[in-house]
C-alpha cells in the first residue's frame, strides 16, 4: 500500500501526543488507518509493509487490549513484534526509566510503544533513544492512538468530525483518554463539552476549550457522539464519588437519559466497560446505538497506520 | 379541644379566621394589622376586614397578639433513632411546636447516622405519624460523620436532606472537605460545617483563658473555630458552593464572615441564643447545663455575637436544640455531655434582641423565619397569599420564667433555667391546622 494519494506524511518522529498535531497529520493517520480498515475488512493476509522491522512494545502499566491491539497491528504489517510487561514490582529492582530506554535502545528497534502510569514518562523515555515512539498512553495525560480510533469511529457513521457535537462523560480527571480526545475532536473542529461531578472535573478544564456540565441532562442536550469514561472502581466508593448507585444514577448512560441527546446519537467507550457503573447494559449492547466494538476493530487499523507512518526506511 | 392536652394532630379540616392580629411580614419588612383567613392547609386571604360565614370558619381574635411565619429551626437534634431515652419525634415535635417552631431541621448526628437515604425516610414517616411540625432532614457529609468518605449526597438530597453537615463534628480533613464542597456544587447543594479544630479543641471543655484556667478546665481557643471557617473560605472560594457555618460563636469568626460576605463568598451562617444570651461566666459553680459545643466564649465575643446579628453578617438563629437526660448531665464537668435544649426559649431568647438591642421585631422574626427558609430552599418561613399556613400567634410582651420542667421535651437540660424572659407563643398552626395552643 502507498501513501502518495492522501497527505503527504507524518512530519514528526514520536507520536506522543495528540496536542500540537495539525489537522493534516491528524487526517494523514485517519486516512491511512482508513484504509488499513478497508483492507482489513476484505482480507485476513498478512501485508509486508513492515517487513523486517522489529517493533517492541513496552508495557509498565497492564493492559490487555492497547497491547494486544499493537501486537496484532505490528503482525498484520509483517512487524516482528516483542512484548515487554514491566510489572510496577519489577521496576522496584532498580532500574530507573532511562536505564531501561538506553537498554532497549542498544537493541536498535526501529519503534517502541510505551504504556506508563506516570504523565510524561513517555516523553523522558522518547529523549534517550533513537528510534520512534508511540504513546500507548501515559498517566492521566494522552493516550493518541485512542483518540484516533475513536475519531475514525465517529467518522465511519457520521462522515465528518466538523461541527459534530461532543459530549465526554466521567472520569475526565483521571482520564488521558479525555485529554487527547478534546485535542483530536477540537482540532478537527467539533464542539466537545465535559459531563461529570465537579469532583471529577480537573481544574480549569475550560481552557481546552470544552463546556463544563454537571448533570446530565444539561451536558448531553442535541448531543451528536457521546464518549462514556470508565470509572475506576477505587475512585468509586466515597473519595471521588459517594458510591455506585448514586453515580449509575445520576452519571450513568442508559437509554433514558440518551434521550436528552440528539436522536441518532453515537455512543462509544474506551473499554473496559463497568457495565451498571458508567454504562446501562442494554445500551452497551445496542449495536444500533453503540459503536464500542467497532472501536476496538478500528483500533487494530490505526495502530497499524501509526506504526507504519512512524517507522521510516532508513 | 381539649383543655388538658394542648397538642392537636386530628387531621380534620378546620377553616380559621385570624382576625385583627399584627401580622409580621418579614418579606415586605412590615407589620400591620390584618385578618389572616386559613382554609384547608394554605393562607387564602390576608388583608383588613376579612368576613366569612362563621359556620364555616372557626374565627379567633388576635387583636394585641402578633402573627409571623413560624419559625424554621435549622438546628435540632431530635433523638430519634438511637437516643430515645433522651427525646424523640414527638417529643420534640411537642416542644417545637409548643415554641413556635413549625418546621424542624434535624442534624444527622442519630445513631445510625442520617447517612443514607432510608434512614431519612424513615424520619419522615414517622414525623407523619406525629403531625404536628414540620420534620426536615440534614444528611451527613461522611459516612457514620466519621470524616473520611463522603456520603450519597445527591441520592439524600433526592430524599429530602435540605442540606449536608456532620452535625456536632467538624470535617477537618481539608481535602474530605474540599470534595464535599466541590461534589455538592454539581447539583448546587448546601454544605454546613460545625467550625472546630478537633486536635485543638480535643479535651477541652470551656473556652480557654482565665476562667477555664481559675477553674481548672481544659480550655478550647476560640481561634479552633475561626480557623477551620478560614480554611473553609480558600475552599469556597474555589469551588464556589454553597457554605453555611453553624452557630459561630467567637468574635473573630464574625469578622471573618462580614468580610467574606463583602468579597461575594457564597457563606452565610448562623448562632444560638447561649451565645448572645450567656458568656462563660454561666458555668460558675461548675453548671454542666451550661456546658455547651462551641463553649460560652467571652463577654467581648458575645457582644460581637450581638454586632454581627445587628448588622446582617449573621443570618440565622438556630435553637442548637441538644437533649440530654439527667444522668448525662449530672456529672463531674469534664464527664458531662455538651450541649443544651432550645426548642421552647428560641422565640423569646430572639425576641430579648427586640427589647433589649433595639433589633427591629420584622428583622428579628427575619432570623428565626425567613432566612433559614431562604438558606434551606423551602417553602415556609414566609406570609402570604397561597403558602402553606404554618404560623404563629404570640403576645410580645407577656413575662414569665422559664421553667424547664414544664418543657414538653423530654429533656430538661436548659442553660436558660430560671431566667425571666418576655414574649410568649399562643398558637401554632402547621398546614393549616392549629396543632398548639396554650
Known sequence: MTEEKVFKNYPHKHLLGIEGLLPDSINYLINLSKKYANYLEDNNQKLDDLKNKTCINLFFENSTRTRTSFELAGKKLGADMLNISVGTSSIKKGETLIDTAMTLNAMQPDLIVVRHNDAGAVKLLSEKVNCGVINAGDGPHEHPTQALLDSLTILRRKKTISGLKVAICGDIMHSRVARSNIHLLNTLGAEVRVIGPATLIPKEIESMGVKVFYKMKEGLKDVDVIIMLRLQLERMSGSFVPSIREYFRYYGLNNEKLKYAHSDALVLHPGPMNRGVEIDSELADDLDRSAIFEQVQMGVAVRMACLKALIKDK | ?438
Open chain 2, 1 to 438: 379541644m381539649n383543655l388538658k392536652n394542648p397538642f392537636n394532630n386530628s387531621k380534620l379540616p378546620i377553616n380559621y379566621l385570624l382576625k385583627n392580629g399584627s401580622v409580621i411580614d418579614p418579606d415586605k419588612n412590615t407589620i400591620e394589622k390584618k385578618d389572616v383567613l386559613i382554609e384547608g392547609k394554605i393562607i387564602k386571604d390576608l388583608k383588613k376586614n376579612i368576613s366569612v360565614d362563621e359556620k364555616k370558619f372557626k374565627i379567633i381574635d388576635c387583636n394585641n397578639f402578633f402573627i409571623s411565619p413560624g419559625i424554621v429551626d435549622m438546628r435540632v437534634n431530635i433523638g430519634e433513632p438511637g437516643f430515645e431515652h433522651k427525646e424523640t419525634i414527638k417529643s420534640a415535635c411537642k416542644a417545637a411546636a409548643s415554641g413556635g417552631v413549625t418546621s424542624i431541621v434535624c442534624m444527622p448526628n442519630t445513631y445510625p447516622a442520617i447517612d443514607q437515604p432510608a434512614i431519612i425516610q424513615s424520619i419522615q414517616r414517622k414525623a407523619r405519624e406525629v403531625s404536628l411540625s414540620k420534620v426536615f432532614c440534614t444528611g451527613c457529609i461522611t459516612r457514620g460523620a466519621e470524616g473520611n468518605e463522603i456520603c450519597e449526597l445527591q441520592l439524600m438530597r433526592e430524599f429530602g436532606a435540605l442540606g449536608f453537615t456532620d452535625g456536632n463534628k467538624s470535617v477537618s480533613n481539608a481535602r474530605v472537605m474540599k470534595r464535599a464542597l466541590n461534589y455538592a456544587k454539581s447539583f448546587d447543594g448546601l454544605i454546613i460545617q460545625h467550625a472546630e479544630e478537633p486536635e485543638l479543641s480535643q479535651g477541652g471543655m470551656v473556652n480557654e483563658g482565665e476562667f477555664a484556667t481559675r477553674m481548672g478546665l481544659t480550655g478550647i481557643p476560640n481561634y479552633s473555630e475561626s480557623m477551620i471557617i478560614e480554611r473553609d473560605l480558600w475552599l469556597v472560594r474555589d469551588t464556589k458552593c454553597r457554605y453555611h457555618v453553624s452557630h459561630i460563636s467567637t468574635k473573630e469568626s464574625v469578622e471573618i464572615i462580614r468580610k467574606a460576605k463583602k468579597e461575594g463568598l457564597p457563606i452565610t451562617c448562623d448562632t444560638a441564643p447561649p451565645y448572645f444570651m450567656l458568656n462563660e461566666l454561666s458555668l460558675e459553680n461548675y453548671r454542666t447545663f451550661s456546658k455547651l459545643s462551641p463553649p460560652l466564649r467571652t463577654e467581648e465575643d458575645r457582644n460581637n455575637i450581638i454586632n454581627g446579628i445587628l448588622d446582617g453578617t449573621i443570618d440565622v438563629i438556630a435553637s442548637d436544640h441538644t437533649p440530654h437526660d439527667q444522668d448525662a448531665k449530672r456529672l463531674p464537668f469534664n464527664q458531662a455531655e455538651f450541649g443544651g435544649v432550645g426548642l421552647e426559649t428560641l422565640l423569646p431568647m430572639t425576641l430579648n434582641l427586640v427589647k433589649n438591642y433595639n433589633l427591629s421585631l420584622t428583622k428579628a422574626i427575619s432570623l428565626i423565619t425567613k432566612n433559614p427558609s431562604e438558606i434551606l430552599g423551602l417553602k415556609t418561613g414566609k406570609i402570604s397569599p397561597d403558602l402553606e399556613a404554618d404560623l404563629i400567634v404570640f403576645d410580645l410582651e407577656k413575662p414569665w420564667k422559664i421553667n424547664s420542667e414544664s418543657f414538653h421535651s423530654k429533656s430538661k437540660n436548659s442553660p436558660f433555667d430560671d431566667i425571666l424572659v418576655q414574649g410568649k407563643n399562643l398558637m401554632t398552626f402547621v398546614r393549616g391546622r392549629l396543632v398548639y395552643k396554650s
